[in-house]
């Protein structure tokens, strides 16, 4: 004799626990928020804060950067920590200071917020992704050579006195930025094929 119970509780289970898979499969883990544990870390050579490594998650694509791990304030993102991801948005703390070589390069970056913290961008640390625009800080007094290199940026927003290296942007904004005085404001072009920009 068949027991009916027995047999709709094996097919609740086995339904339940298909769509369970499918959710765990098909839900981008961009959907989770990133916890200090995803995160690999260095103490920085004072000791009084850690420099992001690595993020440990795979396949993320929204990533947010918390401002303490350890119970120590995040200063920097080291060099490549985020090399060739497929990160759309990063959300970095206001407590970072530093940018490192290539740590955000060959993601697929539409928008990116830098803190009013950071001072220094390293080379290539933004280049090849899908930005379109910029807000550089007041804070930061140096970016590298090609940070923002590879990008679609028709307009972007800095402050006074920056230093460049070369090619920075690679999209003639270094000329008109340095031959103009380097004055602050926000610099724009008509399309990704000019190398003509004006500040507004």
Do not use: H
């Not at 899908?130 to 007094?141: E, G, K």
């Amino acid at each position: 004799m068949i027991n009916l119970k027995a047999v709709c509780l094996t097919n609740y289970i086995r339904r339940n626990f298909s769509l369970a898979l499918i959710f765990f499969i098909f839900i981008p883990f961009s959907a989770f928020a990133q916890t200090e544990a995803d995160f690999t870390v260095l103490p920085t050579a004072d000791g009084k804060g850690v420099e992001i490594t690595r993020c440990k998650g795979f396949n993320l694509k929204d990533v947010r950067i918390p401002p303490q791990i350890q119970g120590l304030p995040v200063i920097s993102i080291a060099a490549g920590a985020f090399f060739r991801g497929r990160l759309t948005s990063i959300t970095i703390p206001n407590t970072v200071t530093s940018i490192g070589n290539e740590s955000f390069s060959g993601n697929q970056l539409t928008s990116v917020t830098i803190p009013n913290s950071v001072t220094s961008i390293g080379a290539g640390a933004f280049a090849d992704n899908r930005l379109t625009s910029i807000t550089i800080p007041n804070s930061v007094t140096s970016i590298g050579v090609i940070a923002f290199s590879g990008n679609q940026l028709t307009s972007i927003t800095i402050g006074a006195n920056v230093w460049m290296g070369m090619e920075a942007f690679n999209n003639g904004f270094e000329a008109a930025y340095n031959n103009g005085g380097r004055r602050a404001g926000t610099y724009t072009r008509p399309n990704t094929d000019s190398t003509t920009w004006t500040r507004r």
